[in-house]
């Protein structure tokens, strides 16, 4: 069964709106989960690395205003795009390491996200 | 330059066959790679990681590393139709993964 999960698996929102994704690990701690997000056809881009207790570190070119990323435990991270745009609509996934298994990262199902 | 480049698809193999897969990184401070199969529409599926030089099979699967080439690549051996899929080949620092545009495999029957 999945170790992470993802919540909605996919949503519709209008434009102008805020939308929240959330991302538990379920038989594991995670200190430090992290948001992809992937447009069709193309390969996943690394947003931000949500590190638990602290704020959340972007790559280069993502917004941290507009995606907001929240680890407030051990097991959930949470991302909320902010002001969505149809530009946004692409399909987020988070992934977690368990380090008690060697460095093995999991996937959660990820959440398509379509801004009308 | 991608960190993480993959050999251009799509890939078409018959059924049984072999299908190669190549990728090539650039952070030599990557210390494991990754094999991902991604379904259209779903979230990648961990086939496979590697981090040590040579060859690492699981199953159908072989994973091989060469890190003074930068090099890894991922054979499917018995190829079956439901192998076909998009692969991505994923370079790990410090549990970030950065991933290559992916190869596309059709299995034909």
């Known amino acids: 069964g999945a170790v992470v999960s993802q919540h909605p698996s996919w949503v519709i929102c209008k434009s102008g709106t805020s939308v929240k994704i959330e991302c538990r690990s379920l038989?594991?701690?995670?200190?430090?989960m992290f948001w992809y997000r992937q447009f069709p056809k193309q390969s996943l881009m690394l947003m931000a690395t949500?590190?638990?207790?602290?704020?959340?570190?972007?790559e280069q070119g993502v917004e941290k205003d507009k995606f907001l990323i929240n680890h407030a435990s051990l097991t959930l991270s949470t991302l909320t795009v902010t002001s969505a745009h149809p530009e946004d609509s692409s399909f987020y996934i988070c992934?977690?390491?368990?380090?008690?298994?060697?460095?093995?990262?999991?996937f959660g199902e990820g959440s398509w996200l379509t801004v009308v | 330059q991608k960190e993480v480049e993959q050999n251009s698809g799509p890939l078409s193999v018959p059924e049984g066959a072999i299908a190669s897969l190549n990728c090539t990184y650039s952070?030599?401070?990557?210390?494991?790679f990754f094999w991902y199969r991604q379904y259209s529409g779903k979230s990648p599926e961990l086939i496979m990681f590697?981090?040590?030089?040579g060859d690492k099979e699981d199953g159908r699967f072989t994973a091989q590393l060469n890190k003074a080439s930068q090099y890894v690549s991922l054979l499917i051996r018995d190829s079956q139709p439901s192998d076909s899929a998009t692969y991505l080949c994923?370079?790990?620092?410090?549990?970030?993964?950065?991933f290559g545009a992916g190869t596309t495999v059709t299995v034909r029957a």
């Open positions: 992934s977690a390491s368990s380090k008690g298994s060697g460095n093995t990262i999991y």
């Open positions: 038989d594991f701690q995670a200190t430090t």
């Open positions: 949500s590190n638990e207790g602290s704020k959340a570190t972007y």
């Open positions: 952070d030599r401070g990557s210390q494991s």
């Open positions: 590697i981090y040590s030089n």
């Open positions: 994923a370079a790990d620092n410090d549990y970030k993964l950065s």
